[in-house]
Structure formats: C-alpha cells, structure tokens
C-alpha cells in the first residue's frame, strides 16, 4: 500500500455551487438550484431541500424506475415467490440477479431467485391485449413449479394498453387454491423514481400477504427487520448478531426472506426500520393495523449497531436482553477496534463523497466517520424530504402530480388482531427516557456544517464535484463506477457493492475498513501518468552516443 | 442446485419465457450509437430503460456508458413524449455538447406512437440543432425482435447518414456487427494488413475499451466519425459481418446509394475467417499477404495439434444468431458436435442454417430460435454434453450440471478479457480454442485417477 499524503483542497462552497450551475440553461438552473443545498444552520431550522421531483429530460441521471424499485429493490431478494414480469422481454432480464442479493434456501428449499421469468411480450400482445398471454404464462408457472405464490409486476406498455392484471391475478388465485397470486401496478412511468416503486410494493405486501399465517412463532424478543436487501450477505450478518443476542427476527424486507415471514410479520412485537424511504410505509401500516411500534435503527457500522441493539433492548426492557446485548458489544468489539485503530493510520482526514439511495448515502456516513473520514458531500437518488430534513416535514409535504397516482391504502385496526404491545404507561416511561418511536432526523443534521447536499446528482455534477472537490473516494452505483475512476478517484459502489461485503453489522464493520483503506491507498491511482508523460524534456545526457 | 426446480421433462410453454437467450431492442441501438464518436445515445422512454441499459453495458465492458433518457412520467406516457424530447435535445446539446444525438425509442414510446421523424423536424424548425450537428433516431420497439435486432436497426440508422458525392472514396465500408471493440480492432486490423482502406461502422473500440489516465472524457477518442458515416455512399462496397446484425444497412447502402454489398457470416473460426479474407481479397483487388496467411497456418496447426482433445465432444450453445452460426461451424470443423443451440432471437433462417452446418455431425442437434435457456437446461438434462459457450447466466447451469463452461458473448458480468483480446479472424480462433482447450483439459486433470493422471497433455 502506498503511504497516506495529506493533501489539502480548498473549496468554497457557495464557489462549487455556482460552478455546477453554470453550464445550465436557466429553467434547468433554477430548478437543480433548489436541489444543491449548502448546509448551513439557519436558527434551529434545518434548510429546506427540493427532492423527490422529476428529473429534467436529456440531464444524465442516476435513477432508474418505479418498476425497478418495486421487483427489482423490493420483491426481488424473496426466495419463494415465483416473481413473473409481464411486459417486453428487457424489463425482466435487466432485473435477472444483478442486485448481489444473497439468499440461503438450503439444499432443498424452494428458490427461484436464480430464475427469470418473462411473459416475454410481442407486438400482437400489444395490438390485441396481453391479459390472454399473462393467464396461460401464470398457468404454466404453476404447473412447472407449483409454488405458493406467484407476483406479477406490470411494465410501461401494460398500463398503457390497459390489461387488467389485478382481475386476472384473483381469478388465478381462485382457481388455484394453494397458490396466492397478486400484481403489483409499478409500470416504470409512474412516479419521478425508484421510490414509487417501493410504495407499491408495501401496498401490495401488506393487502396480500401480511398477515396470511396466524400461527404462533416461536421465541423471544420478536422483531421484524424493515429495509434490510442482503446485499453482499448483510442480512447474513445482521442475523447472526440477533442470534447471538437471543432476538428473534421474524421477517425480514425482504433480504433472506420467504413468503411466510412477510405472512407472519404481524406475530412481531416491534419493528425495526433499516431503510427508511423504501420501507416506512409498511412500518407505518403494521403499527395502524396491528399495534407494532417501530423504531429507526441502523446496523451500517460497528457503533450505529451497538446503539441499535441497545435500542432494541431497551424497547423491550427485560435485563436478561439487556445484559445479553452487552455481552455481545463487548465481545464482538475489541475485533473491530483493533481493525479501526489499524486502518485510521492510513484513513484519517481523508475525504468521501456518496450519493446513493434514500437512506444508505446517511447510513454509511456512520461508517466513513468511524474511520476518521469526512463526508463532504452527499445526497439521495431517490429519497424525499423527510429522508433529508426528519419526518417532521412530513406533514407540510405537497402532493404532485408524480405522487398523487401512487395509491395511498387506507389501514384501519385489525378487529381481532390488533394488539398493543406496551400499555399506555409504558410507552410514556420509555419516551420520558428519551426513547424515540417513528422518528428520523434524516441525514442533514448529520451532516457537517458547510458541506454540500445534493439531491438527484447527475453525470455532469459529479464529473464537477470530483474536479472541484478532489474527494479520496466517491461512492454511487454501477453507471457511475467508471466514469470516476477515470479521474483517478476510487469509486465504491454502495447499492450493490460492486464485490465484497457484508458491511453491515460488527464483522461488516472491518470489511468495509479493510475495503475503503485498499481502494483510497491502492498503489494504482499513482500510475496514471507514464514516466515520458511526466517528464516529456529530452535530455542530452540520455541521449545515446 | 442453483436451478433446483428445472425438471428433466420438457413440456412445451406457449406464454413462459424462463431465462431468456434475449433481451429487448433498445439495449442494441444504444451500443451500436456508442460506436459513432462523439456520439450521446439516447433512450426516449422512462428512466428505468435508459439506467438498465447503461448498467448492463457497463458490467460487461466495466467502462463508463454515457446516455441520457426522456425521464417519461405519466403526464408524458398519456399526453406524448415530444414536449420530453425537444427539452431533452436542448438541455444535451447546452450540457454535453455530442456531435451525434442517437436516439432510439422503447415500448413505452411507440405504444403511445411517438413520431421521432417528427418531433426532429420540429426540433430543426424550432433552431434546436445547433450548425454542424446531427440528430439519427431509429425506431426499437421492446416487444419486437430483440437486442440483435435493436442493433441492427440503429446500424442502419448509420448507414442512412451516408451524403453521396458521386465520386467514389476507393474505400470498403465493412460492418462488424455486434462484436466485442476488441474484435472491432482485430477487424480493422487484418484489413489494413490486406492493404484495404475501409470504414467500418460502428466501431466501439476506443470506446468501450479505453485507458485509465486520470481524464475521464465523455466522448472518446474511438468512433466511426459522422464524416466517415457520411462517406459511406461513396464507397467501393460493403461487407457485412452477420446477416442479423448488419444485412440490413448492407442491404439500404446497396439498393439506395447503389453501394454493392456482400453479407457474410461473422469472421468467427477458420472458415468464415477464410470467406472474410477471401471476400475482401476480391472485392478491394488485392492480393492476401504472407503474414495473413501465416495466422492462418497458426490455427490450422493448433487444430491439428490438440484435435484429439476436440473429436466428437459435445457442446451446447447459446447466443445470438451471427455468432451461434460461426461458432457451429467453428466446431464442426473442429470434429466437435454441437448438439443443443439455443438463441431468443426470432428467425427461422437460424433454424435452417444451423441444420445445414450440422447435417454431417453423428448427433442429432437441437436448434430452437425462439428458445430459453431454461429449455437448454432441460435439453442438458436429457443429453449430457462436454463443454457449454454462452454469456455469464450459463454458469448456473454449468455449475448444477458439472460442465466445462466457456464464457462468450453477451453480456459477461463476471470475468474480464473480453473487451482486449478478440475472438474474431486466426488470431481470435487460436483465443476460442486455448479457452476451450483449457477448460477440457483443466476438467480432464481434475476427474483422471491419480495412476493416470499425466504430465504431458
């Protein structure tokens, strides 16, 4: 490894700004200038953000779809459910594995994450309906695989041409008996991001499957893991420590996960929120309905999992928990601290840009800080306002055009089932103790005074930021993976992890240490230049006799 | 088992597409448009197609894959992408400033019948092509063909740039079809060898094989250049590499700028190597130099050598048709038997060809042009074979069925070398056969009982 320099950039950050604005045409401008937010204090409020709007066409921008959020982010990483794509071949194929979700069937468990299925829709389709095609493609899925479930994700054109894949799943559903069969309406038009297509996903999870399976669930401590994807074996690593500790999880969304534990999730005794932007609305639905409170956690990093376990201790309040989770702290941390106190040699000061996700550019803040590292600049693909301010914006939120076609569904307490988990008295002990429930600051008070928030960054910028603020290393996804590199700046990416990983959780921790230490201090970014670049003078001396 | 509930039994599936040899067109337009240099392709449809896109290029070129989108919402999908399109050519042309817009469309767009023809008009009415720059569109409809023929649609996009001038340039316009930039270069490479000028279009490498310098440029150096594009119609001829991919634009330069064109297979394997040096020979008026024929004897000399380690093995293949019709022959030549071919692009001459190359081969072959992998799974299952060619998806039923597995084609997400060293004309056939050699013989140290387990191979 090459030894560390201090180098020293000096930036202004009203100067950056400016710059990133500048080549715009002005209705561009104006509109990206509400989405570049200098952080600074103004009294006690935090500055306000544009987000979650449209992105301008012809600006290169990081986001995908509302499909893609949907099948790809949330229904993707669930082993059991045979998840049929009704629409052109692409959409299914693009969305075929290349989220590094990892599950664990077992030799003999049924997974069909490794499978792509396609109604594989032609011209015909379009001109005449695609209805026909879809039923025989779910008939012929349920006489291949006889699954217990069978998802059917619409894709642009089936909206447009209007194939009714709700009836059609209930009729399917009907027929089959052992089978539950239910769409999801997550046509990639819809909405202004991926993030459309989580809602609809926890709409959909929560009218079809939550629920389902009444059946007692054994153990103690019963949580279900909001927002956790088992990217790179995350999920992995988050269970293990629950184990360890004596939580049982019931469900996870959806890393790891089975039909049955999204079926279950209501036999939960709290809920703890990973990914906020993709997941809240099931918290949200679970607590109305059934009488679950949850709380914002984070397991990306080796202290942020410290507190969350404590956190989930404390919810419960029994000592044996509590002693418990001390115990593991103690025993998996010395581990971490040593890696920390070794790579901090080499990490120390330096610097780190993310823009990823709606809540993992704040979750791995955690982590760089660990290191010694700044975050000098940071903002969300796909996230809202509350992802950046705290839900306390929530409220005074305007609907838009973009977010007013994504269903709300209203949740009501269960007659039979609802359930509150603490009496009155001692949810009032734990707030007095100053426990929160069903809140998010969000990422801006995290962030440090002066630094640079920016929503939906797009090619452009980030070539800009790079130049302007020569960050140690910049972490997006795998469309911005290369163009960054060939700045000489390493790039992690932080949706799929390029390889590698778990990150999160204890042993988590030292990966992602040992990861960033290798990219920031890798001997490559010294090679950019060859030796006759760097000094192209000929000299006579050299010169052969 | 990764692919635990394939079943042996094959039962016929008229609406399932499980593991799909295919994906949709736009992806084919959006790579050939990176072969023009300077040039911003572009997706009009909702986000999601363009960032998928981009994403599955850049896994299997690890290179960035600049390309921009209309960013359709629904006011867009029910009122019309144009008022998208026209704000898009403004903001790209202010903002990146490419030579070349290209723009393809999606099953988003033409399901709601969008008129790129038109809204370019309207873009040239309105002043929003600055002097000097062009706009090419062409029409990919998701639910038709596939990423092949996207390809070829946007190829011939290209080939439609041509400006006759009425004096002819002495040069051969050679069309490589969808083929790695490292073969783009092998191409070139063993043409300016024979003595030929040429333009060959598109043309990634440069592109989406370039150097790491600490300069990120999103334009490359790489690229056919729009005066080269231009300059097609004056050209001596056309050759082009695939029926699938290239016949098409061939076939426009031929009957409307009266360009003559010979289709041929892709130069993948000695034969079609030979018909591809044979062809340039006759057409340019040259005379095949020493060192091309000394390839040649290479590879010849290799397939003697190692033909015991070939004879009667068998493969199975999946992959697009130009390719999959130059690599059955590839094999046949080789005394291999490639027995289960698969690929999703539709098109019964596939089926016909491939029975033709195969028709002397002591196996029965299974050939399916509207075929899955999931199929070609069940076709393994019920015939064994030696070795499996196809992209990276195959591993899963490499793995499940212990097969020698060799990575080629698109896309390859998890193995590099493809984009520098080519597979196309002698020198590429001798890469083919060392990296199935490799795999045979890797296969044949592992399983041999250590009495027989031998030095020399």
């Given at each position: 490894m090459a030894t560390t320099k201090k180098k020293l950039v000096q930036w202004d950050p009203a100067h950056v700004k400016a710059e990133l604005l500048a080549k715009y045409p002005s209705k561009v401008a104006r509109k990206r200038a509400k989405q570049i937010m200098i952080n600074e204090a103004q009294g006690n409020e935090t500055p306000e953000i544009s987000a979650n709007v449209r992105t301008t066409p012809g600006i290169i921008t990081m986001r995908g779809c509302t499909y893609a959020g949907c099948k790809g982010v949330i229904m993707g990483p669930t082993r059991d459910i045979v998840n049929l794509v009704h629409g052109p071949i692409g959409c299914s194929f693009y969305a075929w594995l290349t989220r590094r979700n990892q599950t664990d069937a077992g030799p003999d468990g049924e997974n069909y994450m490794n499978y792509c299925f396609s109604t594989d829709m032609q011209d015909s389709d379009i001109i005449f309906g695609g209805e026909k095609k879809l039923i025989q493609a779910i008939q012929e899925a349920y006489d291949l695989f006889h699954p217990r479930s069978i998802a059917i994700f619409a894709t642009c054109p089936v909206g447009l041409i209007g194939d009714d894949i709700h009836t059609v799943a209930k009729r399917m559903k009907e027929k089959f008996g052992d089978c539950n069969v239910y769409a999801f309406s997550c046509e990639g038009y819809k909405g202004v991001s991926q993030s459309a297509g989580h809602h609809i996903a926890n709409n959909q999870v929560f009218k079809h499957i939550v629920g389902e399976n009444d059946a007692e669930k054994p153990g103690k401590y019963k949580i279900n893991l909001l927002g956790e994807y088992n990217i790179g074996g995350d999920g992995f690593e988050i269970d293990r420590i629950f184990k360890k500790c004596g939580i049982t999880c019931i469900s996870t969304f959806s890393g790891n996960s089975t039909y049955d534990q999204f079926a279950s999730a209501h036999k939960a005794d709290l809920n703890a929120v990973m990914c906020?932007?993709?997941?809240?609305?099931?918290?949200?639905?679970?607590?109305?309905?059934?009488?679950?409170?949850?709380?914002?956690?984070?397991?990306?990093?080796?202290?942020?999992?410290?507190?969350?376990?404590?956190?989930?201790?404390?919810?419960?309040?029994?000592?044996?928990?509590?002693?418990?989770?001390?115990?593991?702290?103690?025993?998996?941390?010395?581990?971490?601290?040593?890696?920390?106190?070794?790579?901090?040699?080499?990490?120390?000061?330096?610097?780190?840009?993310?823009?990823?996700?709606?809540?993992?550019?704040?979750?791995?803040?955690?982590?760089?800080?660990?290191?010694?590292?700044?975050?000098?600049?940071?903002?969300?693909?796909?996230?809202?306002?509350?992802?950046?301010?705290?839900?306390?914006?929530?409220?005074?939120?305007?609907?838009?055009?973009?977010?007013?076609?994504?269903?709300?569904?209203?949740?009501?307490?269960?007659?039979?089932?609802?359930?509150?988990?603490?009496?009155?008295?001692?949810?009032?002990?734990?707030?007095?103790?100053?426990?929160?429930?069903?809140?998010?600051?969000?990422?801006?008070?995290?962030?440090?005074?002066?630094?640079?928030?920016?929503?939906?960054?797009?090619?452009?910028?980030?070539?800009?930021?790079?130049?302007?603020?020569?960050?140690?290393?910049?972490?997006?996804?795998v469309k911005e993976k290369y163009s960054i590199q060939k700045l000489g700046v390493p790039m992690k990416q932080l949706h799929s992890y390029d390889s590698g990983g778990p990150y999160a959780g204890f042993k988590g921790a030292v990966n992602f240490y040992q990861e960033i230490d290798r990219l920031v201090n890798s001997r490559v970014w010294s090679y950019m230049q060859a030796p006759w670049q760097k000094n192209p003078e000929l000299s006579a001396s050299y010169v052969w006799e | 088992m990764l692919l635990r509930h394939?079943?042996?039994?094959?039962?016929?599936?008229?609406?399932?597409?499980?593991?799909?040899?295919?994906?949709?067109?736009?992806?084919?337009?959006?790579?050939?448009?990176?072969?023009?240099?300077?040039?911003?392709?572009?997706?009009?449809?909702?986000?999601?197609?363009?960032?998928?896109?981009?994403?599955?290029?850049?896994?299997?070129?690890?290179?960035?894959?600049?390309?921009?989108?209309?960013?359709?919402?629904?006011?867009?999908?029910?009122?019309?992408?144009?008022?998208?399109?026209?704000?898009?050519?403004?903001?790209?042309?202010?903002?990146?400033?490419?030579?070349?817009?290209?723009?393809?469309?999606?099953?988003?767009?033409?399901?709601?019948?969008?008129?790129?023809?038109?809204?370019?008009?309207?873009?040239?009415?309105?002043?929003?092509?600055?002097?000097?720059?062009?706009?090419?569109?062409?029409?990919?409809?998701?639910?038709?063909?596939?990423?092949?023929?996207?390809?070829?649609?946007?190829?011939?996009?290209?080939?439609?740039?041509?400006?006759?001038?009425?004096?002819?340039?002495?040069?051969?316009?050679?069309?490589?079809?969808?083929?790695?930039?490292?073969?783009?270069?092998?191409?070139?490479?063993?043409?300016?060898?024979?003595?030929?000028?040429?333009?060959?279009?598109?043309?990634?490498?440069?592109?989406?094989?370039?150097?790491?310098?600490?300069?990120?440029?999103?334009?490359?150096?790489?690229?056919?250049?729009?005066?080269?594009?231009?300059?097609?119609?004056?050209?001596?001829?056309?050759?082009?590499?695939?029926?699938?991919?290239?016949?098409?634009?061939?076939?426009?330069?031929?009957?409307?700028?009266?360009?003559?064109?010979?289709?041929?297979?892709?130069?993948?394997?000695?034969?079609?190597?030979?018909?591809?040096?044979?062809?340039?020979?006759?057409?340019?008026?040259?005379?095949?130099?020493?060192?091309?024929?000394?390839?040649?004897?290479?590879?010849?000399?290799?397939?003697?050598?190692?033909h015991q380690y070939f004879y009667h093995k068998k493969v199975a293949l999946v992959g697009d048709p130009d390719q999959l019709i130059a690599m059955t022959e590839f094999l046949v030549s080789l005394d291999m038997c490639p027995i289960h071919i698969v690929t999703g692009t539709p098109g019964k001459k596939f089926e016909a060809r491939i029975k033709e190359i195969t028709k002397d081969m002591p196996f029965e072959v299974n050939v399916r042009a509207k075929g899955d992998m999931f199929l070609l799974h069940q076709w393994i299952k019920n015939e064994p074979v030696d070795l499996l060619i196809g992209n990276t998806y195959c591993k899963y039923i490499a793995r499940d069925e212990d097969i020698p597995f060799v990575r080629w084609g698109f896309p390859i997400l998890d193995r590099q070398g493809h984009q520098y060293f080519p597979t196309v004309g002698y020198k590429g056939g001798l890469r083919l056969l060392e990296k199935i050699l490799g795999v045979l013989l890797d296969r044949l140290d592992r399983d041999a009982p250590e009495q027989s387990f031998e030095l020399v191979l």
């Open positions: 906020h932007r993709s997941i809240n609305y099931v918290a949200d639905m679970l607590e109305t309905k059934f009488g679950i409170p949850w709380i914002k956690v984070n397991f990306i990093g080796a202290d942020a999992t410290a507190k969350s376990l404590r956190k989930i201790a404390e919810y419960f309040g029994d000592k044996e928990l509590i002693d418990q989770v001390e115990a593991v702290i103690a025993e998996e941390m010395p581990e971490v601290l040593a890696a920390r106190t070794d790579v901090r040699t080499r990490t120390e000061g330096k610097t780190a840009m993310m823009f990823v996700g709606g809540s993992r550019a704040h979750h791995y803040k955690e982590l760089f800080n660990e290191m010694g590292m700044k975050t000098i600049s940071a903002g969300y693909e796909f996230g809202h306002r509350d992802d950046y301010e705290g839900r306390q914006v929530i409220p005074t939120l305007e609907v838009d055009a973009d977010s007013r076609n994504i269903e709300e569904i209203h949740v009501e307490a269960d007659e039979t089932r609802y359930q509150a988990r603490k009496t009155p008295a001692e949810f009032e002990a734990l707030e007095k103790a100053g426990y929160t429930f069903k809140q998010y600051d969000g990422l801006v008070p995290d962030m440090d005074q002066g630094t640079i928030i920016i929503d939906d960054l797009n090619q452009y910028e980030a070539e800009k930021l790079v130049e302007l603020m020569k960050p140690d290393i910049f972490c997006a996804g | 394939t079943p042996k039994e094959i039962t016929e599936r008229s609406a399932l597409a499980i593991n799909p040899a295919k994906t949709c067109q736009p992806i084919g337009a959006m790579y050939a448009a990176l072969g023009i240099h300077g040039c911003l392709p572009h997706s009009h449809g909702s986000q999601g197609c363009c960032a998928y896109h981009r994403s599955a290029l850049t896994r299997h070129y690890k290179e960035p894959v600049a390309a921009s989108t209309s960013s359709f919402t629904e006011g867009a999908s029910v009122f019309g992408g144009q008022a998208n399109m026209l704000q898009a050519i403004d903001n790209i042309f202010a903002v990146y400033d490419p030579d070349v817009i290209a723009i393809h469309t999606t099953c988003l767009s033409e399901t709601i019948g969008d008129d790129l023809k038109q809204i370019k008009k309207k873009a040239d009415a309105e002043g929003k092509i600055p002097k000097g720059k062009e706009i090419i569109s062409c029409s990919t409809p998701s639910y038709v063909g596939s990423h092949v023929t996207g390809f070829s649609s946007m190829v011939t996009s290209m080939a439609k740039m041509a400006e006759p001038t009425g004096k002819k340039n002495g040069k051969l316009n050679i069309i490589p079809g969808w083929v790695e930039p490292a073969d783009m270069e092998e191409i070139k490479r063993l043409v300016s060898l024979a003595g030929v000028k040429s333009i060959l279009f598109p043309d990634t490498s440069g592109v989406l094989n370039g150097p790491l310098s600490g300069e990120y440029k999103m334009f490359p150096d790489g690229g056919t250049t729009v005066k080269e594009l231009k300059s097609t119609g004056d050209s001596i001829g056309t050759l082009a590499l695939g029926e699938w991919c290239s016949g098409e634009a061939a076939r426009w330069l031929d009957s409307k700028m009266k360009v003559p064109c010979r289709v041929l297979d892709m130069p993948f394997g000695l034969s079609a190597t030979d018909r591809f040096i044979d062809a340039l020979r006759m057409i340019a008026g040259v005379s095949v130099p020493d060192e091309i024929a000394l390839e040649r004897g290479q590879l010849v000399d290799m397939i003697s050598d190692m």
